[in-house]
T-cell receptor, first 114, second 120 residues
Framework: AQSVAQPEDQVNVAEGNPLTVKCTYSVSGNPYLFWYVQYPNRGLQFLLK??????LVKGSYGFEAEFNKSQTSFHLKKPSALVSDSALYFC????????????FGTGTRLQVTL | NAGVTQTPKFQVLKTGQSMTLQCAQD?????MSWYRQDPGMGLRLIHY???????DQGEVPNGYNVSRSTTEDFPLRLLSAAPSQTSVYFC???????????????????FGPGTRLTVL
């Protein structure tokens, strides 16, 4: 069975500093990995994904993530945080053989302060 | 395009009542899914569909029914509401670019705005 772990319930960072939101996964084959963001009282918005190819993927709003197969990780990063980045972030994994079945992590709340 | 729409936005039910949460998408996506979001548990898959007439169970299907008579619509039915079904429900869709049995397309899912359900 596939699973995702987001070990931090909350990450606090000052505006302008780099941020990292951690994600590790477990899946039987080569994974499809996704990051989504949720703003208060809204649905989830897609940020970026890793399917194959370059281990460093770039996404929306200046976010990027690095796929590390040996460490089974897919950490979300941004070089310079903004207050407007404050939101709930979800990592998700899909086994390519499982159609549309996404498994989500429990989410990490990012708080960016001035 | 309206994307993925869900109705109602809010609903309060009494234990034992039944209701249907509506989900529609206008992007001609084959894949559609229903998730519930509970604090500290992320999103959990309830039911999903890979095309009209085809549905399957997800991680937490008990107490819910679905059908997919058209590509556009994917309603979720609560047969007899229980307080444990108090949650926020999200519908999502994604296109299928691979074969029906494959799912190897890697397309991201598009989410609706959610329905907040309270069961008393």
């Amino acid at each position: 069975a596939q699973s995702v772990a987001q070990p931090e319930d909350q990450v606090n960072v000052a505006e302008g500093n780099p941020l990292t939101v951690k994600c590790t996964y477990s899946v039987s084959g080569n994974p499809y990995l996704f990051w989504y963001v949720q703003y208060p009282n809204r649905g989830l918005q897609f940020l970026l994904k890793y399917i194959t190819g370059d281990n460093l993927v770039k996404g929306s709003y200046g976010f990027e993530a690095e796929f590390n197969k040996s460490q089974t990780s897919f950490h979300l990063k941004k070089p310079s945080a903004l207050v407007s980045d404050s939101a709930l972030y979800f990592c998700a994994v899909r086994d390519p053989g499982t159609a549309s079945k996404l498994t989500f992590g429990t989410g990490t709340r990012l708080q960016v302060t001035l | 395009n309206a994307g993925v729409t869900q109705t109602p936005k809010f609903q309060v039910l009494k234990t034992g009542q039944s209701m249907t949460l509506q989900c529609a998408q206008d992007m001609n996506h084959e894949y559609m899914s229903w998730y519930r979001q509970d604090p500290g548990m992320g999103l959990r898959l309830i039911h999903y569909s890979v095309g009209a007439g085809i549905t399957d169970q997800g991680e937490v299907p008990n107490g819910y029914n679905v059908s997919r008579s058209t590509t556009e619509d994917f309603p979720l039915r609560l047969l007899s509401a229980a307080p444990s079904q108090t949650s926020v429900y999200f519908c999502a869709s994604s296109p299928r670019t691979g074969g029906l049995a494959g799912g190897r397309d890697g397309n991201e899912q598009f989410f609706g705005p959610g329905t907040r359900l309270t069961v008393l």
